[in-house]
């Protein structure tokens, strides 16, 4: 078995933003020589999250405002318990966990067997600093 472990890093300038990685993750898919396998995609930070879905502003703006309804950015210690702790993202937290963690690609024929228009995105949902992806793809 084939295997191949890289980490991409982020450093989105605003609190909250989306990055198409599929470029990168295409490329290392390439790099590892795999025919067959899977690739997984995943966050290494508790605020920022790894998801699959359609690379359109709109849909993107409609994450950001729906997040934003869901989990306000509020640093004050009353609506989050987590800001107690000297924190002010409690609502990151809150985000990631709505957004998700990771996503894990078949590879078929040595690419990404997607459907249409899927593309995979890196989430930010506390910015400003850097933070890392893991990607590891593994099979024949």
């Avoid at 078995?1 to 198409?20: D, Q």
């Avoid at 025919?35 to 502003?57: Q, Y």
């Avoid at 078929?108 to 590891?136: M, S």
């Amino acid at each position: 078995m084939k295997s191949l472990t890289e980490y991409l890093t982020f450093n989105v300038p605003a609190r909250i933003g989306f990055v198409n990685i599929t470029p990168q993750v295409k490329e290392a898919v390439k790099k590892s020589g795999v025919k067959e396998g899977l690739v997984l995609c995943n966050a290494m930070h508790i605020t920022a999250s790894v998801f699959i879905n359609d690379d359109e502003p709109g849909l993107l703006q409609d994450y950001r405002d729906w997040l934003e309804k869901l989990a306000p950015f509020d640093p004050s210690p009353q609506r989050y318990r987590h800001n107690r702790t000297g924190e002010e993202n409690g609502d990151a937290h809150h985000k990631r966990q709505i957004m998700g963690r990771e996503v894990v690609v078949a590879i078929t024929n040595g690419k990404l067997d997607f459907g249409p228009w899927e593309q995979i995105f890196y989430g930010e949902f506390d910015g400003r600093r850097p933070k890392r992806v893991l990607v590891k793809v593994v099979g024949e």
